[in-house]
């Protein structure tokens, strides 16, 4: 649900904040007031857009943060899947979106504050929000969703789920068997080819590390003569040159320091560490002095061994190029290698199997299909007499609502094809067989076209809520908005719009924007939107109304500003009688 709503700078809204209740939430106020302005807001932060003319005159950007708890087990599901394979998921159930729109510059949206681009937050938004009236928000008018609604409604999701599953495994057989039916040519040529591969990788006998190794070993080889006689020097600046008559090593000159120091030390015993240390370093250079000698007298230049190397190294660069650039690559390469060989070696006998069972297999899934396809069906009779019930309940008695299921058929040797039991071929989907489109007449005697063809925004709106409450306990769409939803109804059908809407909200968040004190009536919460004006700026605000206050609101709702006596009245009946019903009628 929506628990908190930040507006800045926005329209005609200097600054709101507004918590919304569980339930039905219903939003007035006097036309112009700015009420809709909270409805804009939404759809602004839900797709990442807003025009320039939104931003409020005199500020440069308008700022809008909506945060939504995840409650509803389907959507929550959902959404958190959506979130956690785009690194989105948050520290709880709270998801947070926000956008700053600025003047000049691109507006960046964000999901729990990091930005995401507008169509991944639309694919948010879409699991999030219907919003009903002048909006895209409208998952009911997306053909693309009409087989989710149907199948929900149904209860056929996990039989569809376990179709698509095979249909999975069809696909992956059907492109092993395309693989193994190459011409005998073609399969000829490349068998010899991993043969060569094959056998070229094991002469080789390729070792983890090696290449390291090998680079290591070359600079030694190509450096050997260098090396030797740097060593000689180091030896001789450490002992000395023997051939020299006069020693000037650094051990001599070191270890004569020795026993001056030591006289010292015996008149100030605090000098003994410093003469341990300088005795301790006179014999490790000895040491050292004697390993880079037996370093050096090792080196020896072995052009022989340097051929080897160069030709190892080089044979190793060549099978970069061939079979992955580090040496664990070209091992994986021959595993891989020998394990299609193998396969491909068995080609004909796999390849015949796995036909016997690709065609067993089409023949389960035909099987799936058409029973499937029988569910649907069922259901979407059920659906129709459903929603066209809704429908006269709001004054749209004569509008005639069409779940169509259609099927492509296809020829027996069709490979997108899947045979039924009573031998026709169908195309499928991982979804099954059927098209599913919601249509709608609303004149007698004119076709049946597609939801969105239906002009009139308050026929979309009142037939959105005759399917929103048919579908309700299927659809998982958390939150339903309802703006204009009562444009051209009387109060007769706002008490009954009022009902529906107040009965979907024992399943989802709903919030409504409407004119018609009969639809208020029903409001678990109610809110109302005023101009306040400060100086030559007006400004939008929205206050959360107590009883005494939705009596006023509705009274002026039916006779005005200055309301009368009767007024109040009626609109205390009104409140009181939908408190009545929906602690009896409308719990049945």
Known sequence: MLEELSV???GIIEEIKWRPAHGFNVITGETGAGKSLVVDAVEALLSGQAREEDIRFGSNEANIEGIFSLEKKESKAQLEKLLEEKGLGGDDDALLLSADF????????????????????KEISAALVDIHGQSEHLSLLNKSHHLDFLDAYAHTLEKRHAFAQKTGELHQMEREIQSLSRNEQELARHIELLTFQIDELKKADLQEGEEETLTQELTLLTSAEKLKAAAYDVYRILYGDESAMNSSSAIDKAGQAVPLLKQIAEKDPTLQPKL????????????????IQTYGDNLNYDPERLEEV??????????????????TEMLNYLAKAEKELAGLANSDERR??????????????????????QERTKAARKLETAVKKELAELGMGRVDFIVSITQAAVAATAAEGIPFPDGNF????????????????????????ALDRIASTGEISRFMLALKSALAEADTIPILIFDEIDIGIGGRSGE????KLW??????QVICVTHLPQIAAFADAQYRVSKQTTGDRTASHIETLDKEMRFKELAAMIGGPKYTTSALNAAKELIEGAEGWKKGKGKL
């Open 310 to 327: 160069q030709t190892r190294l080089e044979l190793l660069k060549s099978f970069k190029r061939k079979y992955g650039n580090t040496i």
């Open 276 to 291: 341990n240390y300088l005795e301790d370093a006179v014999s490790g250079l000895e040491e050292l002095a004697r390993e």
């Open 102 to 121: 600025r003047r000049q510059g691109r507006t960046t949206p964000r999901v729990n504050r990091q930005a995401v681009s507008r169509s991944l937050l």
């Open 8 to 10: 800045k700078g926005f």
């Open 426 to 449: 169908h195309k499928y989907s991982s979804s099954g067989v059927d098209e599913v489109a919601f249509l709608a007449s609303t004149n007698p005697g004119e076709p049946a076209k």
């Open 496 to 499: 009954v719009i009022g009902q």
């Open 352 to 373: 015949a199997a796995l036909e016997i069972e690709r065609e067993k297999l089409r023949i389960e899934l035909g099987v799936a299909a058409s029973k499937l396809s």
């Open 503 to 508: 009965k979907l909200s024992l399943h989802h």
